[in-house]
């Protein structure tokens, strides 16, 4: 297993092949990673809201699916990621809290999913596997040998996807 890179909050990383990317409790948050199938560049994004439209304060673009993935394409590509190779496998957006009021600006894990679907799909980037939803947190680990992404739950064991 090569080198361990953290992702943390409204952040983002990428490494080369034998890297390995980790972002730690996605709970309403989603995790997308990218993976390029020739040369094994993977990078991965930790975002927290659907969209910077909405938002004044906007300068991370990390935090977002809308500015986020794009700008993870962008440094992928910086590294020599081939566009039309990369790939793609989402994690988290979990509903953590019940609410008797399930208004929308509640439903941020789901929105933040659908954002995220929504801007893969209009960048042509498929995703080849989730595991999104539910009501519990996740840590990730995508290995950029394999393009394997392992998911950890508490109280819901551990998956490769």
Do not use: W
Not at 19 to 43: A, M, N, P, R, W
Not at 53 to 80: C, H, P, R, Y
Not at 95 to 122: C, P, W, Y
Request: with cysteine; proline share 2%; aromatic share 4%.
């Amino acid at each position: 297993m090569g080198e361990l890179v953290k992702v943390g909050m409204a952040d983002m990383n990428c490494t080369k092949s034998p890297g390995v990317l980790t972002t730690l409790g996605l709970g309403s948050c989603v995790g997308i990673c990218l993976y390029d199938t020739s040369t094994k560049i993977s990078g991965m994004v930790h975002i927290m809201l659907p969209s910077s439209l909405q938002i004044k304060n906007n300068s991370n673009t990390a935090k977002f699916a809308d500015t986020g993935i794009v700008k993870l394409l962008e440094e992928m590509q910086k590294l020599g990621a081939n566009r039309s190779k990369i790939v793609s496998k989402i994690a988290g957006g979990a509903q953590m809290f019940n609410f008797t009021d399930a208004s929308d600006i509640m439903r941020i894990g789901a929105r933040n999913v659908a954002a995220t679907k929504e801007m893969l799909n209009s960048l042509n980037i498929p995703i080849l596997a989730e595991d999104t939803g539910g009501s519990y947190g996740r840590t990730i680990e995508l290995y950029a040998e394999t393009g394997i992404l392992l998911i950890k739950t508490i109280g819901f064991g551990t998956k490769q996807i």
